[in-house]
């Protein structure tokens, strides 16, 4: 499985150190995850998003960085997570829902985390995302909160003015393993 180049436009290869520092860039100096982490009994934030990388094995994968040509179009057909925390309410039949999906069935995702005040604030001029291709399509592993966001915008019929790059690892056959909510033992 490939990208689908009507959607993605590959701008270069990254090595999984850029992603991480990427993904560290948008979370590490957010109060409510050191809140988080540090409840969770970890130290930094480093330590406890490196639990996230077990089970997804990203730091072992190939890596390109690509612009979404359509994020309205694009977004709501990318898949939620697999984050062990929402399962129990966001996927049926044990299957992960796309970002429509996930803003129809459940339309308080725009009062959760971080998406009223990315909904408030117009949405970020750029932005960069986690993903990984699996059978299912196209998961996204960080960028939750962004993607339900941009989903709700193209969903009201809104513009979404946005310049959105996502990191992409090769294909996984079959489906990411839950992750997240681990504390430090």
Known sequence: MTPDSAELALLKRLEWAEIFAIWRSYEEQLPHWTTLYQERGFTSWEEWRATY???LHLPERSWGLYRVIDPA????????PPVRSLVPTLY????????????KKRPESAT?????????????TDTTIIGVL??????????????SAIAITAMRGLPVSLNLTIALADYEPG????FGGERRK
Do not use: M, Q, Y
């Open 92 to 103: 049926a039949d044990n299957r992960a829902p796309t970002f429509r999906e996930l803003v």
């Open 53 to 55: 990388l077990k089970p």
């Open 73 to 80: 179009r694009s977004v709501p057909n990318f898949i939620c």
């Open 175 to 178: 489906e990411l393993p839950l």
């Open 112 to 124: 959760h985390g971080s998406t009223p005040e990315i909904l408030k604030s117009g949405l970020l």
């Open 134 to 147: 699996t059978d299912s399509g196209l998961v996204v592993v960080d960028g939750l909160h962004r993607c």
